[in-house]
C-alpha cells in the first residue's frame, strides 16, 4: 500500500521558519494536503493541492513540492504553531486516503 | 456555517459494541461524503472507511471488513459509526470529517469521541 513518509519531530526556535517534509513515490503525480492537529483538537486543513491556502490560514503557512517531497513550510513560527502536522494523499488505485504518520513541531 | 457535531465519549468493555454519531449542519447533507478516521493516543490517523450520504453506499480497508458498519439517517443529517468486538486497541478518538469530492481532501472535521475498551 502507498505510504506517506514524515520525520517523527521537528523543532525550531521562535520567530524562525520551520520545514516539514513529507515523501512518496510518485509524489509528483497526487496532490498534496496538509492538516495541523493542536493538543486535544481535530485536525484543520492548512494547506491543500500542494500550494493553495484554505481561507483564514495565515500566509506565513505555504506549501510547495518537488519531486517525490512535498513540504509544508512555517515562517515566523511562535507557541500557538505547537501542534501536529500530517500530509495526506488520495490513493486511487485503492480509492482511500493515506496520511503521513506526522511530525511535531516543537516551538523552542 | 458547516459543523460536524459528535456524541459523547463512550466507555466500554472488550467484546462489547460502538455506535458513534456525527450531525452536519450548514450544508447540504447528500452533498459531500462523510470519512470516518481515528487516532489511537499518541499515534497517528487511521481511515475507518466512507459513506455516501445519497445512496448509503460505504467503503472500508480490509481491516476491518465483517467489524464496521456505516449508516446515515437523512432526515436527522446524521451518520452512524459501528464497530463491534470492541478490544483494547480500538481505544482512540474517533473523528468524522467532510470529504471534498472534487479536491480529495478533508475540509471540515468533528470535534472528535473519546473511546475508552477496558475491562
Known amino acids: 500500500s502507498y505510504v506517506l513518509t514524515q520525520p517523527p519531530s521537528v523543532s525550531v526556535a521562535p520567530g524562525q521558519t520551520a520545514s516539514i517534509p513529507c515523501g512518496g513515490s510518485?509524489?509528483?503525480?497526487?496532490?498534496v494536503h496538509w492538516y495541523q492537529q493542536r493538543p486535544g483538537q481535530a485536525p484543520m486543513m492548512v494547506v491543500s493541492?500542494?500550494?493553495d491556502r484554505p481561507s483564514g490560514i495565515p500566509d506565513r503557512f505555504s506549501g510547495s513540492k518537488s519531486g517525490s517531497t512535498a513540504t509544508l513550510t512555517i515562517s515566523g513560527v511562535d507557541a500557538g504553531d505547537d501542534a501536529v502536522y500530517f500530509c495526506q494523499v488520495w490513493d486511487g488505485t485503492i480509492d482511500h486516503p493515506v496520511f503521513g504518520g506526522g511530525t511535531m513541531l516543537t516551538v523552542l | 456555517q458547516v459543523q460536524l457535531v459528535q456524541s459523547g465519549a463512550e466507555v466500554k468493555n472488550p467484546g462489547a459494541s460502538l455506535k458513534v454519531s456525527c450531525k452536519a449542519t450548514?450544508?447540504?447533507?447528500?452533498?459531500?461524503?462523510i470519512h470516518w478516521v481515528r487516532q489511537a493516543p499518541g499515534r497517528g490517523l487511521e481511515w475507518l472507511g466512507w459513506?455516501?450520504?445519497?445512496?448509503?453506499?460505504?467503503k472500508f480497508p480490509q481491516t476491518f471488513q465483517g467489524r464496521i458498519t456505516m449508516t446515515r439517517d437523512k432526515s436527522t443529517l446524521t451518520t452512524h459509526l459501528d464497530l463491534s468486538g470492541l478490544r483494547p486497541d480500538d481505544t482512540a478518538v474517533y473523528f468524522c470529517a467532510r470529504f471534498s469530492s472534487n479536491y480529495y481532501y478533508f475540509d471540515n472535521w468533528g470535534q472528535g469521541t473519546l473511546v475508552s475498551v477496558s475491562s
Open positions: 459513506i455516501n450520504p445519497n445512496r448509503g453506499d460505504t
Open positions: 450548514g450544508y447540504t447533507f447528500t452533498a459531500y461524503y
Open positions: 493541492r500542494d500550494t
Open positions: 510518485n509524489l509528483e503525480t497526487k496532490s
